[in-house]
């Protein structure tokens, strides 16, 4: 196991990558499963959150109502 690898462990990260700037080792892999990686978290995220309206009961009182 390397240094990088033991370190991602360490701090939880579930996803680890050895990558090269140098000779473009795993670049391309890396980018592409990180970007599906936050569309799936997107994704969950969005089906997961709701907007809740609540009736308050009070009728006729905003500004856009007919009754004035």
Do not use: P, Y
Not at 15 to 41: H, P, Q, W, Y
């Amino acid at each position: 196991m390397v240094a990088g690898e033991r370190l991602s462990q360490d701090h939880g990260t579930m996803i680890f990558f050895e990558t090269s700037s140098k000779t473009g080792l795993n670049i391309v892999d890396t980018i592409v499963t990180l970007a599906r990686a936050m569309l799936t978290r997107e994704d969950t995220e969005v089906q997961s959150s709701s907007l809740r309206i609540e009736n308050n009961g009070m009728k006729g009182t905003s500004c856009c109502s007919a009754s004035k």
